[in-house]
C-alpha cells in the first residue's frame, strides 16, 4: 500500500539559512500535519491543514510556515535556521471521517532529519 | 491544553515477561492513538479507540481505554525481542480539532 512520503530524507544547513521540507500524502487523504521530534522527545505537533486550509496549529515558530497545494501535497518552509531547528520532521496524513467524530488516524511518513550547523 | 501523561518513561524486561505502558489524560478524549517508534524510524500506527471501556487486541498485545475516556493502557504479553521500539500514546480531542497530543512514550528495551 502507499505511504506517506517525504523529501528530502536528510538536509543539512546553515544557521540562518532556509529549508523546504514536502510532504506526499496518501492518496486520497485529504488532511496533512507536521510534527517536530527532538532527539528522545515525543512527535510535537506544528501545524495541520484539511483540504488545502490550516485547520490547527501547534508549535511552529513564526519562522516557519507551511501550505498544502491543490494536488493535496504540503511543504514546511523554514528561514533564520537556529541550531535548535535541528531534528526530525514528520508529515503524517489521514483521510477525516464523517458525523463529526474525530476518528482519522494518522499515517506517518519517513521523516527528514534536519541538521543544522 | 491538553496533555498526555505517559508512564514508565524507560522499562527494560527480560525476553517473556509481560509489558504494559500507561497514558493518562488531562482532558476527556474523543478518541486515542497508539503508536509503535523502531529506533532511528517513525511512527507506526497500532490501533485506535474511541469507544468508553473499549478493549482490543491484537496477538499478544491488548489495548484498553478507560470508562471515563481519559486513560488509556498498551499491554504486551510474553515480550520479544521484535518488540523493542518506543510507544506513544496520542489523544484526540475531538470536534473540529483533530490533532493528536503525544504522550512522551515508553521506551521499551528487551533482553533476550
Redesign the interface.
Known amino acids: 500500500a502507499a505511504g506517506v512520503i517525504q523529501s528530502p530524507r536528510h538536509l543539512i544547513k546553515e544557521k540562518r539559512e532556509t529549508a523546504t521540507l514536502k510532504c506526499y500524502p496518501i492518496p486520497r487523504h485529504d ?1 496533512v ?1 507536521w510534527y517536530q521530534q527532538g532527539p528522545g ?5 506544528l501545524i ?1 491543514f ?1 483540504e488545502k486550509m490550516q ?2 496549529k ?1 508549535s511552529i515558530p513564526d519562522r516557519f510556515s507551511a501550505q498544502q497545494f491543490s494536488d493535496y501535497h504540503s511543504e514546511l518552509n523554514m528561514s533564520s535556521l537556529e541550531l535548535g531547528d535541528s531534528a526530525l520532521y ?1 508529515c ?1 496524513s ?1 483521510r ?1 471521517g464523517s458525523g ?12 527528514t532529519r534536519l541538521t543544522v550547523l | 491544553g491538553q496533555q498526555v501523561m505517559q508512564i514508565p518513561q524507560y522499562q527494560h524486561v527480560q525476553e517473556g515477561e509481560d509489558f504494559t505502558t500507561y497514558c493518562n489524560s488531562s482532558t476527556t478524549l ?2 486515542i ?1 497508539w ?1 509503535k517508534q523502531r529506533p532511528g ?5 497500532l490501533i ?1 479507540l ?1 469507544k468508553s471501556g473499549e478493549v482490543k487486541k491484537q496477538k499478544r498485545l491488548t489495548f484498553q481505554f478507560g470508562e471515563a475516556k481519559k486513560n488509556s493502557s498498551l499491554h504486551i504479553t510474553a515480550t520479544q525481542t521484535t518488540d523493542v521500539g518506543t510507544y ?1 500514546c ?1 489523544g ?14 515508553t521506551l521499551l528495551t528487551v533482553n533476550p
Open positions: 488532511t500535519y522527545q515525543d512527535p510535537q505537533f495541520s484539511y485547520s490547527d501547534g514528520f503524517a489521514s477525516r463529526g467524530v474525530s476518528t482519522d488516524t494518522q499515517y506517518f511518513g519517513p521523516g | 474523543s478518541n492513538q503508536y524510524g517513525h511512527p507506526v500506527f485506535q474511541v506513544f496520542a484526540g480531542s475531538g470536534g473540529s480539532n483533530y490533532k493528536l497530543t503525544f504522550g512522551k512514550g
